[in-house]
């Protein structure tokens, strides 16, 4: 698991400013330099993020290497389908997400092995309903938690791991409505991951819903966030490796990753929770360590 402790000390949190990509002009949405990013589906969060993340990635490859990439950034929501074609159909160059992700088992694609969230995606916390709280403050087991009901999102990742450890689930509809069923009883639990938990119940749950987060259980499970790239874009997959190495080497990745998450382990008490650990048989042979 990650190690918060040694993290948190060490960081120095600076301040940095977004970086950009230029502004394209029509002649430039073609051509070996333009790279396209889809960053969708996911937490507005998670979008600044990764967004920042690859700038950084692009303006480092661009000055030390001499080139002159470009890129655009797309949010669009793609159905399942699209997601799962997200090269071969949709000619996307680069995307983040988790390692593993079952929807491109048949998709030709490249990895960049080199996690990004720091095992916080891993690390789930719960929104359940407010007149369920003592129910899970009494769990003190697996077993516990698995006689519940977990509510995912059609096409999400964690529906295979959560049945791969033997767990209740219940797959349907979309993120935009989870939050809705989930008050309908519809189900237990919707768990999201420690770094976007907050901004989702902050943007998507009024007073009057009567959800909570969870305060007292964890679960975690091997969840890392990487990069997948294009087949046709081997070149720019390896400068993104090799750029990308460079900033976990010079802690810049960390840097980054501090200012927008350094505060979590505190605000949502991550050192008093009791932690139930899942296995994750998804996992890239490249990331299984």
């Not at 916390?125 to 407010?130: P, T």
């Not at 420690?194 to 091997?222: D, F, G």
Request: charged share 20%; glycine share 4%.
């Amino acid at each position: 698991m990650f190690q918060f402790n040694r993290f948190f000390k060490t960081l120095l949190v600076t301040s940095m400013s977004m970086i950009f990509s230029p502004q394209l002009t029509a002649a430039d949405t073609t051509g070996r330099n333009i790279i396209s990013f889809w960053n969708g589906n996911k937490s507005e969060i998670r979008q600044s993020y990764e967004s920042e993340v690859f700038a950084t990635v692009i303006k480092q490859i661009n000055q030390s290497l001499n080139k002159s990439y470009r890129w655009h950034e797309n949010r669009d929501t793609l159905s399942i389908a699209e997601e799962s074609s997200i090269f071969s159909q949709q000619e996307y160059d680069v995307f983040v997400s988790v390692a593993g992700n079952p929807k491109l088992d048949q998709e030709n694609k490249i990895l960049i092995p080199i996690p990004l969230m720091q095992g916080l995606l891993g690390t789930r916390l719960m929104i359940i309903n407010e007149r369920d709280r003592v129910k899970f403050a009494t769990i003190k087991t697996k077993a516990q938690l698995q006689a519940l009901y977990s509510g995912i999102p059609a096409g999400w990742a964690d529906a295979k791991l959560f049945r791969a450890n033997n767990f209740n689930v219940n797959e349907t509809g979309t993120f935009d409505d989870i939050l809705l069923r989930l008050k309908r009883k519809q189900f237990d639990y919707f768990a999201l991951g420690a770094n976007e938990i907050e901004s989702v119940y902050e943007q998507r749950v009024t007073a009057k819903e009567n959800l909570i987060i969870e305060p007292t259980l964890a679960l975690y499970y091997p969840f890392p966030v990487v990069f997948y790239v294009n087949p046709n874009r081997a070149e720019l997959a390896q400068q993104l490796r090799a750029s990308l190495h460079q900033l976990v080497q010079n802690e810049t990745l960390n840097k980054i990753f501090a200012r927008y998450f350094a505060q979590i382990q505190e605000r949502l008490n991550l050192t008093e929770r009791k932690f139930i650990h899942l296995e994750n048989p998804l996992l890239p042979k490249a990331l299984a360590n």
